[in-house]
């Protein structure tokens, strides 16, 4: 089946530095890549989407890249912050299916003071 | 945000006990989802309502039953569920099924003794 690989899994970076985390997806039909963050107990909230039709998308501190040749996606932040401290999913939509995403396992990001 | 509002927050229950998950958007969406969300694990897409009929049920066990009575509730009905479906149940919704950002609940953290 469609499948989405997501890296690391924990990401521990020092306060003002970046962070970048890497998706793989299998399905060479999927058309739309959203990022969701989910703070501790907290619900998953889209943060940035990217559709095949475009390479990259920012969003201030922000940035999404889409390789559609190699099939993966990027979420890279600058400047992290605290606030920054979550856990991250991809997602990609399946592209013989109107009806699903399917997301990647998710990425602890530790932002060190 | 309140868009997306579930009850109950917590659910304990034993094996043979029947309770229900309720979910209900206030967006005007006519797309709604259950997922499973377990520890280290992707998010599991278990049903997808659009336009009060259910698309997608994907081979979740029988001891799950959703229901759909308008586009703007949700229910998941729970019956001698099993200790494996302990588990933080998310609902979400979508302006429609596909390539559309999932606005989510904060979740019912369901334990099953």
């Known amino acids: 089946g469609e499948n989405v690989e997501q890296h690391p899994s924990t990401l521990s970076v020092q306060e003002g530095d970046s962070a970048v985390i890497k998706c793989t997806y299998s399905?060479?039909?999927?058309?739309?890549f959203p990022w969701y963050k989910q703070e501790l107990g907290k619900r998953p909230q889209l943060i940035i989407d990217?559709?095949?039709n475009v390479g990259e998308k920012k969003d201030q501190r922000i940035a999404v890249t889409l390789n559609k040749t190699a099939k993966h996606f990027s979420l890279h932040i600058t400047e992290t912050q605290p606030e920054d401290s979550a856990v991250y999913f991809c997602?990609?939509?399946?592209?013989?299916?109107?009806?699903?995403?399917?997301w990647g396992a998710g990425t602890k990001l530790i932002i060190k003071p | 945000e309140t868009g997306v509002t579930q009850t109950p927050r917590h659910l304990v229950m034993g094996m043979t006990n029947k309770k229900s998950l309720k979910c209900e958007q206030h967006?005007?969406?006519?797309?709604m989802y259950w997922y499973k969300q377990s520890a280290k694990k992707p998010l599991e897409l278990m049903f997808v309502?659009?336009?009060?009929?259910?698309?997608e049920n994907n081979s979740v066990p029988s001891r799950f039953s959703p229901e759909c009575p308008n586009s703007s509730h949700l229910f998941l009905h729970l019956h001698t569920l099993q200790p494996e479906d302990s588990a933080l149940y998310l609902c979400?919704?979508?302006?429609?099924?596909?390539?559309?950002?999932?606005?989510f609940g904060d979740g019912t953290r369901l334990s099953i003794l």
């Open positions: 997602a990609a939509s399946i592209g013989n299916s109107n009806y699903q995403l399917i």
């Open positions: 967006l005007g969406h006519n797309a």
């Open positions: 399905d060479s039909a999927s058309n739309y």
């Open positions: 309502y659009s336009l009060e009929e259910r698309v």
């Open positions: 979400a919704s979508s302006q429609a099924t596909g390539d559309q950002p999932q606005h």
């Open positions: 990217i559709r095949s």
